[in-house]
């Protein structure tokens, strides 16, 4: 499978469909390396505490055991919600703790990162119970952290078999 087609993207009206769809994957709370898959512009419709106002729609992938999770995140771009925009532009190298930053959103996407995830419960609409993937805390951008990570990933990984092709015979 290519990495287009194992990454979330939009469909084209005539593309050919052959996903069935799986089975929902909840990560074990935990720490774990992120990419950010996706960038949307949005809107967040408003609350009791926050109004109307534009919002940052990410996704992040995560590698869990060999299941590639994608995990959803919004960022409220609203002054009190602020230390959320510092806690992701910091996690992915962006921002420095105490400095200022003008985010550059055409850089987010292919930025990795650390943050714990947890599972959330929630209510759907029927009244039954539901549990879904989320973001608890972004960690400071950290290279070695997320070198180990992948490193820890990588060590039970075995290179496969090289295949010939049919013109390396020939030659």
């Known amino acids: 499978m290519s990495d287009y087609a194992s990454t979330p993207h939009e469909l084209g009206w005539d593309d050919e469909i052959t996903s069935d769809g799986g089975e929902f994957h909840l990560l074990e709370e935990g720490d774990y390396t992120f990419t950010v898959t996706a960038f949307e512009r949005g809107r967040f419709p408003g609350s009791a505490k926050i109004p109307a106002c534009n919002k940052a ?10 299941t590639t999770v994608w995990v959803k995140h919004d960022l409220i771009l609203y002054s009190t919600m602020e230390w959320t925009l510092s ?14 930053l003008r ?11 650390r943050a714990r995830f947890k599972v959330r419960t929630f209510t759907r609409k029927d009244g ?3 549990q879904a993937n989320e973001v608890d805390k972004f960690y400071d951008y950290d290279e070695a952290a997320i070198q180990s990570a992948r490193q820890t990933k990588l060590s039970g990984w075995t290179k496969p ?5 049919p013109w390396e015979d020939v030659f």
């Open 161 to 165: 078999a090289e295949e010939s092709t």
């Open 57 to 66: 729609i990410m996704t992040l992938s995560v590698d869990d055991s060999g």
């Open 128 to 130: 039954s119970e539901g």
């Open 103 to 113: 985010p550059r959103w055409n850089e987010v996407v292919g930025s990795t990162g």
């Open 87 to 100: 806690d992701f532009f910091r996690a992915i190298g962006q921002k420095k703790k105490g400095e200022p």
